[in-house]
């Protein structure tokens, strides 16, 4: 039962490349239109740990949609929005087709398949990052390995193996990434059968993206958090424009082991290893504006203003009912020179699997399913308060981008 636990609050926790690629002529999937931002929702089984994702496009964040023109994505893990490129995985637990699918823009502004590839089965393929137009990397956590493709062909490249960096009795599990300075940086959530961790440090592993090759990894156990990044919220790892530092959101044990806590990290620009001097403990912040401990980001967004936007867990808030659809998520922002943590109030709790942050016109983006509504809520920047509903949403809101 931990497994699924876990792994439900993680979504809300020889291979052979067989490229189906044909530039010229682009697929446009039924029930594909135009829109400047794409809205990913869940809709969940009555046991909540189960169910479908639908993605679209809306031309505006104001009234309401339903998923009738949606297309569907893998449960559990949004699609991966990267510029003009929207990469669609498969389910995150395997139950899907093991399938990667890249849609572009066309020149209309509608959804169009531009190639497919073919992934392992079961290979919890969890992000993709680009470092050039011509070379992706791909993690997948069950398989404890990243995969070079080129995302133009939808060719595989080369696989680089980190199962040589695995602590003992766990596996090594490549969560999310972010490149600096022609180098990869992939955090590694190292979580045994239970998708727990078993030491107190966090790892993440250098790759040369020239070379595609590991460079080292590295450990910060100082600070003593652990499960570095959430595999499905690429932006659990992001470069700061502000300091060029890369700032990163470690897990924890989501709140269920003690000790084993969850924050965020650091590692200074020009640098390859951790900054020992910089953490945040979230479990151990005191939370402005708020009475009740947190347990752990959920999804994390770097705000234009400079403060990070997340939707945080606080189990006190509802202890009763079914941990996949209890009502424990909050907005809160954060200051990462101060290392503060505030309470953003104006929309009751939400569930694990809405959890959305984005930001757009000003506005910070929060999606949220509780006894109200469905739907994104908007934080105006300025007056810094929400301002209500913007979008209603059929099933439970996990994901906003703006395209370009």
């Known amino acids: 039962m931990f497994k699924h636990l876990c792994s439900g609050l993680m979504f809300a926790l020889a291979l052979v490349a067989m490229p189906s690629c044909d530039k010229d002529t682009p697929n446009r999937p ?208 992001f470069v700061n424009p502000k300091d060029g530092a890369i700032y990163l959101n470690c897990m924890g044990s989501f709140g269920f082991k003690p000790g084993f806590d969850g924050g965020i990290l650091r590692i200074k620009k020009g640098e390859t290893e ?30 234009s203003d400079g403060k990070l936007y997340a939707m945080a867990a606080s189990y006190e808030l509802d202890a009763s009912g079914n941990p996949y659809l209890a009502k424990v998520m909050v907005p809160v922002s954060i200051d990462l020179e101060k290392r503060t943590v505030t309470y953003i109030p104006g929309v009751k709790p939400s569930n694990g699997h809405a959890v959305a942050v984005s930001e757009a016109n000003g506005k910070i983006y929060f999606g949220v399913s509780n006894a109200d509504d469905n739907g994104f809520y908007a934080y105006d920047l300025a007056t810094k308060k929400i301002t209500g509903l913007a979008l209603r949403v059929q099933g439970f809101p996990t994901q906003m981008e703006v395209l370009p």
């Open 274 to 303: 951790f900054d020992a001097d910089y953490a945040l403990n979230i479990a151990q912040a005191k939370v402005e504006n708020f009475n009740h401990t947190l347990n752990y980001l959920g999804t994390v967004r770097l705000g």
């Open 30 to 237: 039924e029930g594909s239109k135009s829109g400047s931002f794409l809205i990913t929702t869940n809709v969940v089984n009555a046991d909540g740990a189960s169910g479908v994702s639908y993605f679209q496009t809306v031309g505006k964040m104001e009234g309401s949609v339903d998923n009738s023109q949606a297309l569907p994505a893998g449960f559990g893990v949004p699609p991966l929005v990267i510029g003009h490129h929207i990469f669609v995985l498969p389910d995150y637990m395997g139950s899907t087709k093991s399938v990667l699918t890249h849609y572009v823009k066309d020149n209309n502004g509608h959804l169009v398949e531009r190639g497919t590839l073919a992934l392992p089965a079961n290979s919890g393929a969890s992000n993709i990052v680009l470092a050039s137009e011509d070379k992706a990397y791909l993690s997948m956590q069950n398989l404890g390995i990243v995969m070079e493709f080129n995302p133009t062909t939808m060719q595989k490249v080369r696989d680089i193996d980190l199962n040589a960096l695995a602590q003992p009795e766990v596996r090594v599990a490549p969560g999310a990434m972010v490149v600096r300075d022609g180098l990869l940086f992939v955090g590694l959530n190292q979580f045994d059968s239970q998708w727990m961790p078993h030491l107190k440090q966090a790892e993440v592993a250098v790759i040369d993206t020239k070379a595609g090759k590991l460079l080292k990894k590295i450990v910060e156990a100082k600070h003593q958090l652990s499960f570095a990044t959430r595999p499905i919220d690429a932006h659990s790892i």
